[in-house]
C-alpha cells in the first residue's frame, strides 16, 4: 500500500529520466545540505567511484554544483543548483496539492479524521526507533 502511494506522488512531480541513484543524492542533498562525494557516498553506502559518476551526471544536467571546501582545497562541496532547488520545490507543490485534492474528494469528514488520528500512530511507531 505504501509503495503504491509513493508510485502515485511520484507521478505528481516527475523527476523527469532520473535514476534512483540520482533522486537518492538530490534529496539528501536537499535534506542534509552541502557536503563532498566521499560523504556522500558514505551516506548512501556506496563507493566514492560510483557516487562520482552519479554526480558527474548531476552536474552536467545543471542539477549539482561543486566548490572549493574552504577547510581542504583538496576537497569540492557539492550542493544543490538553484534551478534543482525549484524543481525540487515545484515537485513537492505538486505532490502535496494531488494528496491534499485525493483527501479532500474521496474521504468523507470522519475518514478524515481517522486518517489524521492514523497519521498520528504511525508518527509514534516511526519515532520510537
Given amino acids: 500500500m505504501f509503495g503504491k502511494l509513493k508510485r502515485k506522488l511520484r507521478a505528481q512531480a516527475s523527476a523527469g529520466d532520473l535514476t534512483p541513484s540520482q ?73 502535496h496539492e494531488w494528496l491534499l485534492r485525493a483527501i479532500t474528494s474521496k474521504l468523507t469528514a470522519q475518514e478524515q479524521a481517522q486518517l489524521k488520528a492514523a497519521l498520528g500512530l504511525l508518527n509514534r511507531i516511526v519515532d520510537t526507533e
Fill in 23 to 95: 533522486i537518492a543524492v538530490l534529496s539528501r542533498l536537499d535534506r542534509a545540505g552541502p557536503t563532498t562525494v566521499s560523504g556522500l557516498a558514505r551516506l548512501e553506502g556506496v563507493r566514492p567511484q560510483s557516487m562520482g559518476a552519479t554526480v558527474a551526471s548531476l552536474e552536467e544536467m545543471g542539477l549539482v554544483k561543486g566548490a572549493p571546501d574552504p577547510n581542504d582545497g583538496r576537497q569540492t562541496i557539492l550542493s544543490l543548483t538553484p534551478r534543482c532547488e525549484t524543481m525540487i520545490r515545484t515537485g513537492r507543490a505538486a505532490r
